[in-house]
């Protein structure tokens, strides 16, 4: 268990999911943690916030507010994300699942100034960024554009680090099927990947977590995808 007492971290997207996982384990290594979500929440050993990532008076609020804090995690998916085929797509759907992409820049932009020197930030992208599989364009778009920023805004952040996981398909309550056609869809979709099955959202958190703690490494992705990718 990586120790990080006397280290505040800010998560946003930090109350369910992949964010709730890295909530929980950063709490667990002793830090003080802030969980920011669009609705109430209660988590022990952890201070609740509401705040979405697209409101940038109220990032810029929770970020003053606790000037100098050391780690900033944002798992937010800013809105719901297009799904299906792209010559089929909503354009106006296409377009809004870049709210993920601007609520990562939001946190970045206005968070970056308020952090400790020797901080470090997480991104998480996904991978479709990387790997095409249907119905998922937008997402992959979307994911491509976060690590592209996480890759070039590197430069300008130094010295804080900054970071991304790129998860394969996770099991998390973002889906919302149950069930048989659960399990079936988690099946099915990771069938032909190298490791069988769906990740969970503590497997991709881990990540997360030695991001922040090694201090040798910035603008890096990890992947954590059950070798999605590479099959």
Known sequence: MADFSGK???????TSGIGLATTEMLRDGGAEVIAGGRRECSIDGVECVQVDVLDRDAL??????NQGFDYLVNAATGGPR???PFLDMDLDGFQDSF?????????????????AR???????????????????????????G????????????????INGVCPGLIDTPMSPLEGDARATYYRDGTAEHLIPRAGTAEEVASGAIFLLENEFITGTIIDIDGGAIVT
């Open 8 to 14: 505040k971290a800010i998560v946003l997207g930090g």
């Open 146 to 161: 976060v690590e592209a920023f996480i890759h070039n805004v590197a430069n300008e952040l130094k010295p804080i680090r």
């Open 60 to 65: 810029a609020d929770l970020f003053e507010k």
């Open 118 to 144: 020797d901080g470090a930030i997480v991104l998480y992208s996904g991978y479709p960024a990387r790997k095409w599989r249907a119905g998922t364009i937008a997402i992959g778009t979307v994911g491509g």
């Open 82 to 84: 297009a799904i299906g």
């Open 99 to 115: 709210a993920k992409l601007w609520g990562y820049a939001n946190s970045v932009r206005l968070g970056a100034p308020q952090m």
